[in-house]
C-alpha cells in the first residue's frame, strides 16, 4: 500500500514536471511552477520516506 502511494506520487511528480516543461506560456511562470512542483514532491518523498523507516 505504502509503496504503491510514493510510486503514484513520484508518477504524479512527474507529470507536474513535464507538464510545466512542455506548456510553458511564460518562461518565468514555467520555472517558479517546476521549483514548487520540485519543492512539494520533495516534501512529500520525505514524509513518506520517514513513515517506512
Known amino acids: 500500500m505504502l509503496t ?12 507536474f ?7 510553458k506560456p511564460d518562461e518565468i ?7 514548487f512542483f520540485l519543492r512539494y ?3 512529500e518523498l520525505i514524509m513518506y ?3 517506512v523507516f
Open 4 to 15: 504503491f502511494i510514493i510510486s503514484k506520487s513520484r508518477r504524479l511528480c512527474k507529470r
Open 17 to 23: 514536471v513535464v507538464e510545466s516543461f512542455l506548456f
Open 29 to 35: 511562470l514555467a520555472v517558479s511552477l517546476q521549483r
Open 41 to 43: 514532491c520533495i516534501q
Open 49 to 51: 520516506s520517514g513513515m
